[in-house]
Every structure is written in C-alpha cells, then in structure tokens.
C-alpha cells in the first residue's frame, strides 16, 4: 500500500483538526453564507476546493524533488509545522479572541463568479493551508513506501475531501448554528478552548514523533 492506514488516519486526524479551527475559509463561508444563503456559500465553497487543488498539486511536485534532496527538510517543517498550530492554540484563547462563529454581516451581495473568486482567492492567500502542505503533510509520507508524488496526491485528496465535507455541513447549517452560539456565549469561549486543546495536541504529537530513515 502507497500509504499506510496509521498515514493516512494520522493525517486525516490532522486536516479534520485545522479544518474545524477559526481561518479565513470558514469566516468567509459562514458569514457568506448567512448574508447571501446557502447557494452563494455553495459557490464560495468550490473557489475554495480549487484553490486547495492548486496547493496540493505545487506541494506535491515540490516536495517531491526537496525531500529527495534534503533529507534534513523533514525535522525542519516538522518543528515549523508543531509551532504554528500552538500558534494557532493561543489565537484560539488569547484574551479578546472571537469565535469563528461570530460572522461578519457587511458583506456585499456579489454574483457567482465573484464569489467564486473570493472563495478562491482567501483560500490561496490563507496561511493554514499552505502550512498544512508544506509543513504538516510531509509528516505522514513514509520514504520507505517509494512514489513520494503519489503519498502527496493521496493525502493531498484525503484532506480535500474531509475540508470540503466540514465545510459544506457549515455552509449548510451557517445560519442556524450561528443563531445558536450567539445567544450563548459561554458554548463561544468552549468552542474556543476545545479547537485550541486540539490543536495543542497534534503540535505536541508532531513535536514529538520521531521518522525512521
């Protein structure tokens, strides 16, 4: 098997975690949602897909040839990887932190191929993507199983898919969860210390997992 099933649950564990933290996808497709309906955050979402798309492919061809050539890559986007989600921990519950499900209402009306583009554009310019393939997804893939392009690809689609499922259950639901966590804050401030436990614990499982070579 090209990936095993501890890589490929690991990894998956990994995107489900980064996808369910706050980040620019899931406050653009909320809060797009909730102002334009379910439709126009159906469009954001596939801007938001291709976009993934477009990191998976350059990540992979990428890190295909620099791992090959730098053994030593490996322990250094690790550790850059394990910083940023207790990065991420911190912005969770740092005093004055707001929760992703605190949307932002002003939004314009925009047409499909605006909101495409959007969709698009705040997924290629979002920081936690391009560290979930630089930094996170070459964790799981094991030299040892040969084809390092096709272990990027398979992960690549592994975390494609959990973030477009995430995301399109938020899509769907965005107004009424959003009703919900508004008229109570304190399930805010746990939703908050829940994504930041997370995140805390795959930064310290990264920190500390250690490669065969």
């Known amino acids: 098997m090209i990936v095993s ?58 890190l295909t040839a620099l791992l090959l050539a730098v053994p030593m890559a490996y322990e250094v986007i690790q550790w850059a990887g394990a910083a940023y989600l207790l990065y991420m921990a911190w912005n969770s519950v740092k005093p004055g932190a707001r929760s992703v499900l605190e949307p932002r209402h002003d939004l314009a009306i925009d047409g499909p191929r605006k909101l495409f583009a959007m969709g698009l554009f705040t ?23 040969g084809n390092i392009l096709a272990q990027s690809i ?32 304190r399930w805010q401030k746990v939703q908050r210390w829940v994504m930041a436990s997370v995140l805390a614990s795959l930064a310290i499982r990264l920190a500390m997992e250690r490669r065969a070579v």
């Open 123 to 145: 997924n290629l310019l979002n920081p936690k993507v391009a560290v979930i393939y630089l930094s996170l997804l070459p964790q799981f893939i094991e030299p040892a199983n």
């Open 5 to 62: 099933v501890g890589a490929l649950g690991g990894f998956a564990l990994v995107a489900l975690g980064m996808v369910c933290t706050p980040g620019p996808n899931m406050i653009y497709l909320l809060s797009r949602s909730i102002t334009q309906g379910r439709l126009a955050g159906v469009i954001s979402l596939g801007g938001v897909v291709v976009g993934f798309l477009c990191y998976m492919l350059c990540a992979a061809f990428g």
């Open 154 to 185: 398979i992960l690549g689609l592994t975390q494609i898919l959990i973030s477009f499922t995430v995301n399109l259950l938020i899509v769907l639901a965005a107004g009424s969860v959003s009703v919900w966590f508004t008229g109570r804050p």
